[in-house]
């Protein structure tokens, strides 16, 4: 693998995101959060190509709010093509985790996940994608 070395300009106010980014993620230095940046870049053009992706969709909701879990369940039998498993984890007397394990097209996950994660009631959501292809 070749490595090239070429200078980068930035103004203050990017170098300075740029600082903080690397101290709350715990980069060792620029370069490596640069490379992370352009990684996570790459592989979310490679979603939106529509490549087959595998990944988990990630649900923690408050249990007492009605028919959440009955509008999850009609949502994912909507998509059952793209499920391979869906669980169930009792966190305390409020909270539950949910979590899908998907593989599809990235274009059908994230529709699953943005369908999921935006019902009322749903505390945090989020979708986590690698290509399966």
């Known amino acids: 693998m070749a490595l090239k ?11 300075e ?3 903080q980014y690397v101290e709350e993620n715990g980069f060792a230095n620029r370069s490596q959060a640069i490379r992370f940046l352009i990684e996570k870049n790459v592989a979310e053009k490679k979603w939106q190509c529509n490549h087959i992706v595998a990944g988990t969709i990630i649900i923690m909701y408050d249990q007492a709010k009605k028919d959440i879990y009955s509008k999850m369940i009609t949502i994912e039998q909507a998509y059952k093509d793209v499920i391979l498993s869906s669980s169930q984890y009792y966190i305390n007397q409020n909270f539950c985790l949910h979590i899908v394990t998907v593989m599809g097209t990235a274009h059908s996950l994230t529709e699953l996940s943005d369908r999921l994660t935006t019902l009322k009631g749903i505390k945090h959501g989020k979708l986590v994608m690698s290509r399966a292809d």
Not at 6 to 12: H, I, P
């Open 17 to 19: 995101s740029l600082d």
């Open 5 to 15: 070395r070429f200078g980068v300009s930035l103004e203050d106010n990017l170098l």
